[in-house]
T-cell receptor
Framework: DAKTTQPNSMESNEEEPVHLPCNHSTISGTDYIHWYRQLPSQGPEYVIHGLTSNVNNRMASLAIAEDRKSSTLILHRATLRDAAVYYCILRPNSGGSNYKLTFGKGTLLTVNP | GAVVSQHPSWVICKSGTSVKIECRSLDFQATTMFWYRQFPKQSLMLMATSNEGSKATYEQGVEKDKFLINHASLTLSTLTVTSAHPEDSSFYIC?????????????FGNGTRLTVT
């Protein structure tokens, strides 16, 4: 499976934007880029995903580089509830409904009040 | 949004006993369910994949006779940790996906904290 590289940790201030980077230089042409986050003592939560174009939803925006070798998750205004581990995961296009998500170490985001 | 319910949220058991964890999809039919394990300060490790009505597929290194998975219906999968030992103490998380795999992300339960004494 193609791997992703994320910083171990990042810090932000409340109500400021946060840009969480992810490198995936070995991404294949049809891999989807998924982002999940895990709050303390909870299961992961889906955030956003994309293939080639930038994506927006109510939680965040996903900016995908033109060569698809990197992406950035953007939280427009961080809140204390956004403090979590953020995982950038490549979802292989093969495998049909059985595609598996392999979690890396993610980025621990700390939000300061 | 889609909801996955996991029960119990925590359990303490004695060494040598078995523990069953349930994972239910509340408002969609989960054709595929996944079971993960997470040790403190580590990432999630996939244990097995199960499809409704068929045998689970286990990841390398996961003992299928120790971690019994049953996916008897489109809304319920169970993980039974048999003859639990202290090293099985961990955070177990299930996830589920609907039939439209290309468009549906994984939905996760809130996990079960297992402590084996």
């Amino acid at each position: 499976d193609a791997k992703t590289t994320q910083p171990n940790s990042m810090e932000s201030n409340e109500e400021e934007p946060v840009h969480l980077p992810c490198n995936h230089s070995t991404i294949s042409g049809t891999d989807y880029i998924h982002w999940y986050r895990q709050l303390p003592s909870q299961g992961p939560e889906y955030v956003i995903h994309g293939l080639t174009s930038n994506v927006n939803n109510r939680m965040a925006s996903l900016a995908i580089a033109e060569d698809r070798k990197s992406s950035t998750l953007i939280l427009h205004r961080a809140t204390l509830r956004d403090a979590a581990v953020y995982y950038c995961i490549l979802r292989p296009n093969s495998g049909g409904s059985n595609y598996k998500l392999t979690f890396g170490k993610g980025t621990l985001l700390t939000v300061n009040p | 949004g889609a909801v996955v319910s996991q029960h119990p949220s925590w359990v303490i058991c004695k060494s040598g006993t078995s523990v069953k964890i349930e994972c239910r999809s509340l408002d969609f039919q989960a054709t595929t369910m996944f079971w993960y394990r997470q040790f403190p300060k580590q990432s999630l490790m996939l244990m097995a994949t199960s499809n409704e009505g068929s045998k689970a597929t286990y990841e390398q290194g996961v003992e299928k006779d120790k971690f019994l998975i049953n996916h008897a219906s489109l809304t319920l999968s169970t993980l039974t940790v048999t003859s639990a030992h202290p090293e099985d103490s961990s955070f177990y998380i299930c996830s589920a996906r609907g039939s439209n795999a290309r468009r549906s992300p994984l939905h996760f339960g809130n996990g079960t904290r297992l402590t084996v004494t």
